[in-house]
Each structure stands twice: as C-alpha cells, then as structure tokens.
C-alpha cells in the first residue's frame, strides 16, 4: 500500500477518471473500484473520499442523483459537462507529470522517453 502523502495528490485525477469510464458511481463503489484495480496498493478512505466529493460538487464538477435501493437513499455521482474538461485536463497534467517523475527516478532515460 502507498503511503498518505502520495495517494493524496492523486485523488482528484483518479476518482474523475473512474466517474469518466462508469458515468456515475457511487462512493463505496469507487473505493472499491481502486482497491481492484490496484491490488489493493491503493486504498482510499471514506474520510478522504466524501470531503474531496463534496469540494468537486461545490466547483460545478460533479453532480449528485439519489435513488431508492430498497430502504436506502444511495447518492451517485457523476460529472458535469466541465467536470469532464476537467478530468481530461487532470488526466493529462498527471500523464505529463509522470514522465516528468521518471526523469529524477532514472536519469538514464534519454529526454523525451515515454513523454505524453
């Protein structure tokens, strides 16, 4: 599992990018879509998740819709239409950002090498 500090910068990117391949999920769904596909390496709590939904809300990015599931009110999620500039703008500063990365981690690289 990857430590606090560097799952916390990727949230925003990998929540709108899992909202932008399901069209709407609900909170236990997206915790556990990144547990699966990450093996478990990344894990988010719901202490970070609601805040971080709520605050994407708030900016006009993602929007909610309840439904009735039985006796329960779940809340689904969704983006809005700039909710989906905004992921692909997140998607690639984080692309971008990650080959920048490998040049620190393997300055044999040669320049350009896996560039977005």
């Not at 932008?20 to 709590?45: D, F, H, P, W």
């Not at 439904?67 to 909710?83: D, Q, S, V």
């Amino acid at each position: 599992m990857y430590s606090k500090e560097i799952i916390k910068g990727t949230l925003k990117p990998i929540i709108l990018k899992l909202l932008q391949e399901n069209n709407r999920m609900y909170g236990y769904e997206i915790t556990q879509s990144v547990k699966e596909l990450t093996a478990n390496k990344i894990q988010i709590t719901e202490g970070a998740l609601y805040p971080l939904l709520h605050k994407l809300e708030a900016e006009g990015v993602v929007f909610t819709e309840k439904e009735n599931i039985g006796k329960r009110i779940r809340k689904y999620y969704a983006l809005t239409p700039r909710g989906k500039e905004k992921t692909q703008e997140l998607v690639e500063e984080f692309i971008d950002f990650m080959s920048t990365m490998k040049h620190i981690f393997e300055p044999n690289l040669k320049p350009g090498y896996g560039a977005a």
